[in-house]
């Protein structure tokens, strides 16, 4: 009985710093002592908390970190890794064409490799747009919609390339992540600087200049474009990623779109809107009335990756095209990813892409030159690159793995993160795994030949060869 009391009386303890640490009890605290002298400093913590008076408590087991539970012993053995993955890698639900790399994180040294040449890499082609974009653009690039004066009494809305440009704010469940910028909320400010002006009266026009070429790209199936779900054409200005209101139908002109939504926002702000929006490229004179902001690149990244964004991704791409070759296009966003790789030290070589998102099925990459990639990231010493494989799902937790991994090995849930990459008829993991003692392996598993009946079995298969390696004692 004295332990069970000891226990309980921890835990209320404990549950008690845990309600103040998250302000569940300032409200009456503040009441019922507005007038009490300062108290004592709390606790850091209730290992910390004396126990009631008469009351003897067993003292409280030191905790070690993860990283001393799981000491790496020795190197990983080719063979064990090999032996992990067979029998997964086998499964006849995968198809005919399976690729595989897997490498050690530390050393870089290949410890197994299935198949031969290159797969269609469906959106794991994100890894490539997001490390580029973090390189070429830097972590804490942001991007800016304005509206500017023009000539005869009109304003422009410029496009600044902000793939996650909202209608409206976002706050029906508190704060989204990342943050969002909203033409609402530019067309109060606006108006705000038109008052000041002793305006309420303007023509409006609109300047998506900043991205050049078609919105959408001709390495694309037409079907994308004619079931009008798929993705929208890319431009440096839309709204809601150029969907239609509470829907995932994408609307044809996303940029006129945009404009339309902000004329509205503009006659609720009290501002009278004549004639129809004109189309056309902002003056080098014009000044600035107004301007909202994105999130900063590393958050659009972690987006992008974590539920595999495909807008957002080529409005990345888009931005490096112009950053490395002063073109935001298809074709530049693509020379410039693989300029940019190149810099950090990958090789290109087996590399063959047409957009930054993954969608074409023409894209071709090889599993080793993905798994450099990866290496590139989680081996850097800018911590900004790094911050890719933060970004990756957790196998069985996060993002676009949240509700897979329920298979084999669940020791390895948790222990396992990596991008996801899924066309009909193509399934692929790319990321890391830390095994049961430790060793850090980068793996690329690709299969490009799946019977349609069998497409969630073959997702299930590369899923538990991932949690293989995250459930291996690999260690020779």
Not at 97 to 103: D, G, K, Q, R
Not at 135 to 154: I, N, Y
Not at 396 to 404: E, P, Q, V, Y
């Amino acid at each position: 009985m004295r332990w069970v009391t000891g226990l309980l009386v921890l835990a209320l303890v404990a549950a008690g710093v845990a309600a103040w640490r998250l302000d569940l009890v300032v409200p009456w605290y503040d009441y019922l002592t507005k007038d009490e002298p300062a108290a004592a400093p709390a606790p850091e913590g209730p290992a910390e908390v004396p126990p009631p008076p008469g009351l003897d408590l067993p003292a409280v087991p030191a905790v070690e970190p993860v990283g001393t539970a799981l000491p790496a012993v020795g190197r990983p053995s080719p063979i064990k890794v090999q032996q992990a993955l067979a029998p997964f890698l086998a499964d006849p639900d995968l198809g005919p064409h399976v690729l595989a790399s897997v490498s050690d994180l530390a050393t870089g040294r290949t410890l197994a490799t299935v198949g031969s040449g290159a797969a269609v890499p469906a959106s794991t082609t994100k890894l490539l747009t997001s490390l580029a974009a973090l390189s070429a653009l830097g972590p804490e690039r942001t991007f800016s919609t304005r509206v500017v004066t023009g000539g005869k009494g009109r304003i422009v809305l410029v496009g600044g390339g902000d793939p996650f440009l909202m209608s409206e704010p976002v706050d029906e469940d508190g704060p989204s992540y990342p943050p969002r910028a909203d033409v609402a909320t530019l067309a109060h400010e606006t108006a705000v600087a038109l008052r000041a002006q002793g305006r309420q009266r303007v023509s409006l026009g609109y300047d998506d200049s900043l991205f050049t070429g078609p919105g959408f790209n001709p390495a694309w199936p037409a079907a994308y474009a004619e079931e009008g779900d798929i993705v929208s054409p890319i431009t440096a200005l839309w709204v809601d990623e150029g969907r239609e209101p509470d829907s995932f139908r994408r609307v044809e002109d996303p940029a006129l779109w945009a404009t339309q939504v902000f004329a509205a926002a503009l006659v609720e702000e009290g501002v009278k809107v004549v004639g129809d929006p004109v189309h056309g490229v902002a003056g080098a004179g014009g000044r600035e009335l107004a301007s909202v902001t994105s999130a900063p690149v590393r958050e659009i990244v972690e987006r992008v990756v974590e539920v595999s964004d495909n807008e957002a991704a080529e409005v990345l791409a888009h931005h490096v095209g112009l950053e490395v070759r002063g073109g935001g296009s298809f074709t530049d966003g693509v020379a410039g990813v693989l300029k940019t790789l190149r810099g950090l030290g990958v090789p290109t070589a087996g590399i063959s892409i047409y957009d930054g998102s993954g969608l074409s099925r023409e894209n071709r990459i090889e599993p080793a030159a993905l798994a450099a990639v990866v290496r590139a990231a989680a081996t850097s010493e800018d911590a900004g690159l790094r911050g890719l494989i933060a970004s990756l799902p957790v196998a069985g937790f996060t993002g676009s793995l949240a509700d897979r991994f329920d298979h084999a090995f669940p020791d390895a849930r948790g222990l396992v993160r990596a991008k996801t990459g899924t066309l009909t008829a193509v399934s692929s993991l790319a990321g890391v795994a830390v095994d049961q003692q430790g060793h850090q392996l980068v793996f690329v598993l690709m299969a490009d030949d799946i019977e349609k009946p069998v497409e969630e079995e073959a997702e299930d298969a590369l899923d538990d060869a991932a949690a293989a390696l995250g459930g291996c004692y690999c260690g020779k």
